[in-house]
């Protein structure tokens, strides 16, 4: 210890604190600053970019099942609109259908009426046709019958085949 | 006296240098061949060489006011190198060059006074150089404040220069670019260790930012120092006391000055514990704060000087053994254990850096239940 204290040298022990210090501080400014300042962006650089890269990801992750969402949905509303489609389809042929049937229906009657109507003028035609050969006849018999007996009987026998056909 | 002194000198000085030559060479070359010449030494030379290693190992560990790569010749005080500022304070600053002193050889005489020096320590004295000795062999020769520029100062400049550059440099790389260049590469990792795994572990993630420039200014400054340590230049600058001292006091400043509430709290009055208690606790607590740095100068002080000594003798024993099997097997031990001191090297900064955050945490830890 004593040789230590001896061994001291004041000047040395000076020296090295001036110069320590002045390293130190110049260091400080110029050098530790610059360096442990450039290093910390780069690592909170690198920590952004890999937050920044696994946000993208899980970004990227979301849109894909959006789309997949999407997807599905535009699916089930498709099937949806065909179902709707088809039973629309069916429904309008079967009311086409029940329309065309109502109106053959009434179409059919009309003509049935018709028929009737017809018949049943025709059927009076033939009557008065018949009333006005009838007279003819009658006529034709009576005139007949003034001339030629069995003239009149022949024609009269004519008309009744005639009467016959129709 | 005057014999006394000149010759004391020269041992301390000059022989070192020569012998330092040899450890040089040998250390390069892997050869003892310049200690097979001297083969046919006697004994007694032997015992010589044998202290005039344990000088120079001693001498390694001092401080010096010159900068002497290696002796050309001891005799003709030849000497590769330069010399240093000497700077001391003695009524009035005075500086002038170490050549004055002539590598210990002669007093300097500098406005009417005069200076030698003495165990690598500047002593007043006059124009004979005597030195006046008490009855434990102490010189009582007055010590002026010496501020001179000596071999470790130059270092310490040359370090912090070193560090200047080299983190200038990579800090201005991180300009144009967001990855490091250069030699940025290679310190990045470093830096981002000691932020990592000492300041935010020890200190925590909210103040560790205040402390950052600290750890790594000493981190780095104490591994590049004791790396210098370990190269042929023969100078180790934190076996100085005086060095750790300076750093430690830093560690110990800065704790005391960002300690807070808690942290006092602690020492003078600590939580859940008996009254009695408190008050025993208390002066050993405080004393705990002085220990604290004190151990973190001494073990670097220590492990590196040990390192230096113990590197040293295993050097040395080569010229002693001179033979073919003690010399090999020296170098190899010097080798094997040159290597573990560049491990030291780097633990020691490591230590004192780790040791630091330690403390640091301790006086801005956040008071929490026990």
Redesign the interface.
């Known amino acids: 210890m004593e040789k230590l204290i001896e061994q001291f040298s004041f000047g040395l022990f000076f020296w090295q604190l001036l110069l320590f210090i002045a390293v130190l501080l110049l260091l400080r400014k110029f050098a530790w600053k610059p360096i442990l300042d450039a290093v910390e962006d780069r690592e909170s650089g690198i920590k952004d970019a890999l937050a920044a890269a696994e946000n993208a990801k899980k970004e990227m992750q979301n849109a894909t099942a959006d789309s997949e969402r999407l997807l599905q949905e535009a699916r089930v509303e498709r099937e949806a609109m065909i179902k709707e489609a088809r039973e629309m389809k069916e429904k309008i042929v079967a009311d086409a259908k029940d329309l065309a049937q109502a109106e053959a229906d009434k179409m059919i009657k009309q003509a049935q009426l018709a028929i009737e109507s017809e018949k049943k003028a025709a059927v009076a035609d033939i009557k008065n046709e018949v009333a006005t050969l009838s007279l003819e006849i009658a006529e034709k018999v009576i005139k007949g019958q003034f001339s030629d007996k069995a003239k009149q009987m022949k024609l009269v026998e004519e008309m009744i085949g005639d009467i016959k056909l129709n | 006296m005057h014999g006394f002194f000149e010759t004391d000198i020269l041992s301390d000085m000059q022989k070192p240098f020569y012998v330092k030559v040899l450890l040089v060479v040998t250390l390069l070359l892997g050869i003892n061949a310049f200690a097979q010449e001297k083969d046919h030494s006697s004994s007694e030379e032997k015992g010589s060489l044998k202290t005039e290693i344990k000088e120079f190992i001693g001498h390694h560990l001092?401080?010096s006011h010159d900068f002497t790569l290696f002796t050309i010749d001891e005799e003709k005080n030849e000497h590769v190198g330069f010399p240093l500022p000497v700077?001391i304070w003695d009524d009035g600053l005075k500086v002038f060059s170490s050549s004055k002193f002539h590598h210990g050889e002669s007093v300097a005489e500098v406005d009417g006074n005069y200076y030698a020096l003495y165990h690598g320590?500047i002593v007043k004295t006059d124009a004979e150089g005597t030195i006046n000795y008490d009855e434990d062999h102490h010189a009582t020769n007055v010590k002026p404040?010496?501020?001179?520029?000596?071999k470790?100062?130059v270092f310490?400049?040359l370090v912090?220069a070193l560090?200047?550059f080299l983190?200038?440099r990579?800090?201005?790389s991180?300009?144009t670019s967001?990855?490091p260049k250069g030699i940025?590469r290679l310190l990045?990792p470093i830096?981002?260790y000691i932020?990592d795994d000492i300041a935010i572990p020890n200190i925590g993630k909210k103040h560790y930012?205040k402390y950052?420039?600290?750890l790594?200014?000493v981190f780095f400054?104490i591994w590049i120092i004791n790396l210098l340590g370990l190269t042929p230049l023969g100078v180790n600058v934190t076996n100085?006391?005086?060095?750790t001292?300076?750093?430690a006091?830093?560690t110990y400043l800065i704790t005391t000055f960002t300690a807070n509430k808690n942290y006092w709290k602690h020492i003078f009055w600590m939580p859940d514990v008996p009254v009695f208690m408190k008050i025993v606790l208390a002066p050993i607590e405080l004393l705990g704060t002085f220990i604290k740095p004190f151990s973190l100068m001494i073990r670097l002080y220590a492990n590196i000087t040990a390192g230096h000594v113990v590197l040293m003798s295993i050097l040395g024993m080569m010229f002693i053994f001179k033979n073919w099997i003690g010399s090999p097997l020296s170098f190899g031990l010097a080798f094997a254990l040159s290597l573990l001191e560049l491990l030291v090297a780097a633990l020691q900064a490591y230590i004192f850096t780790m040791l630091s955050a330690l403390y640091f945490g301790s006086a801005v830890e956040e008071h929490h239940d026990h």
């Open positions: 001092l401080d700077i320590k404040l010496d501020f001179s520029i000596t470790n100062v310490i400049f912090s560090m200047l983190f200038g990579m800090a201005k991180y300009k967001a990855l940025g990045e830096v981002l932020r930012k950052m420039s600290y790594l200014t400054f100085n006391i005086a060095v001292f300076a750093l006091i830093l």
